[in-house]
């Protein structure tokens, strides 16, 4: 059976869920919202999905868990949360090590983190458009914060100051890919909060 395209933009955010939190207690798209494909002018009542609780095993892959408990709620998304969130997905993806406050890598997280998230509160989820707006928050730092390694390392201040003068569109592949390292665990945050 095809599903309708509510299914499937339904089904690609528990599947954004499921893989940065494990398996998830969502119920399907249907179980939920059973007249979504409905054609008539009557509206069915909604009825918010409960609150998804995380399988113990996911917190190996993110320890900020264990500090929260297996059930996510709006504190999971505090911006200091969120930072930890962002630095352990890029740590995973590209052995990074976790960032300091006080540091390039924890500021340029926290600037990503609050654009990134005032856009995916807005309802946002399009992994591309909340990328672009990780690397928004990203730039802002890049061309601001004095990091003291530019003193032995001016090249490293020009490489970031190309990437951060570049739009988003413009970016080489693997460089948007961080930012959709990024804007996926941050989406996967809100969505395990606030479900779909």
């Known amino acids: 059976m095809k599903q309708s395209l509510f299914e499937q933009i339904f089904n690609k955010h528990r599947k954004l869920v499921m893989e940065?939190?494990?398996e998830v207690n969502i119920p399907r798209a249907q179980d939920l919202y059973p007249y979504a494909d409905d054609k008539t002018d009557t509206q069915p009542t909604y009825h918010a999905p409960p609150?998804?609780?995380v399988r113990p095993s996911a917190a190996k892959d993110y320890p900020w868990l264990n500090k929260i408990g297996n059930r996510p709620s709006v504190?999971?998304?505090s911006t200091e949360n969120l930072i930890k969130i962002s630095d352990?997905?890029?740590?995973k993806a590209y052995h990074y090590g976790l960032s300091k406050p006080g540091t390039f890598g924890y500021e340029a997280n926290k600037g990503s983190v609050e654009e990134a998230m005032a856009f995916i509160k807005s309802r946002q989820t399009n992994i591309e458009k909340i990328s672009a707006e990780v690397h928004e928050g990203w730039s802002k730092v890049a061309k601001?914060?004095?990091d003291p390694v530019y003193k032995t390392k001016p090249e490293k201040k020009e490489a970031r100051l190309k990437l951060a003068?570049?739009?988003y569109n413009n970016l080489p592949e693997e460089e948007k890919e961080k930012d959709r390292v990024?804007?996926?665990a941050l989406l996967g945050a809100y969505l395990a909060v606030h479900g779909s």
Do not use: C, I
């Open 51 to 53: 609150a998804p609780t």
């Open 75 to 77: 504190e999971t998304l």
């Open 144 to 146: 601001s914060y004095d």
């Open 165 to 167: 003068n570049m739009s």
């Open 20 to 22: 940065h939190f494990g």
């Open 182 to 184: 990024v804007a996926r």
């Open 88 to 91: 352990e997905a890029l740590d």
